[in-house]
């Protein structure tokens, strides 16, 4: 519940930060981080996509036609298997959300949900890096297919080439990280999300981030816009 006079959010209050930005700009790395550091489940609307994928789900069939061309998936298949996983008792507290929502659609629909339960997203966190460093850094990634975690050849390698630190399974890069798909995931995903953006901005609660900055230099940045939500 939300206190309706001054803003500030009840403690029972799940603490739900959302972080955007385009293809690579370190969503899933900070996602990560953040993770740890609050005690939050870090939701990845595409780790869940190649999750379905990798079970052979009808979802994940229907995903991954999109994800191979560097399409958003329909709005109808994503908003409801985001929003389940929301629900679930692992997001009780609150949740780190990553790479949804990325229309104006999709955040609707989630304002709409989060409200109907007296919440809303607490903070969104736009990481901003220009577009041909992008390409570079997808193009050195590396995933761990088991947890998702992501790492980078020369910024962030595991501690053994190859394996994940977390749990020892061997790396391997995205399908759709060949340089034709990432050129069209930056065309046709970057306008709807600067939408998203906008959607934010006009509440009042978007924190733009030099993401070109070192890994680490990122966290403290968004730690120092996100630190005390997270403490209140
Ligand atoms: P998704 O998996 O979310 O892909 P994405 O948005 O294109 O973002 P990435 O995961 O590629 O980048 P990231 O920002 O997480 O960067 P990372 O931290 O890995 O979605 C995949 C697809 O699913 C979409 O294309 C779409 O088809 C579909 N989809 C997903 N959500 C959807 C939705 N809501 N609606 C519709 N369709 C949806 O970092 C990248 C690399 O850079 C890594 O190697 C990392 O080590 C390195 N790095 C990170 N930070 C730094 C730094 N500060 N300095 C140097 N290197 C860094
Ligand atoms: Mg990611
Ligand atoms: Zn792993």
Known sequence: MTDAVSGTPSPEERLILLLVGAV???KGTQATILSREFGLPHLASGNLFRAAM????????EAREHMERGELVPDEITIGMFIEELAKPHAARGAILDGFPRTVGQARALDDTLASHGERIRRVIYIEVP??????R?????????????YHE???PPRVAGICDKDGTPLRQRDDDRPEVVRARLARQVPPMLEVVDHYERAGIVDRLDGTQPIDAVTQDILSHVG???RS
């Open 228 to 230: 005390s939500e997270a």
């Open 24 to 26: 690579g700009a370190g």
């Open 131 to 136: 577009a041909d460093e992008l390409v570079r």
């Open 154 to 156: 020369t910024a962030d």
């Open 54 to 61: 990798a079970a052979g789900t009808r979802l994940g069939e």
């Open 138 to 150: 997808v193009a050195g990634r590396w995933i761990c297919p088991t947890c998702g975690t992501p």
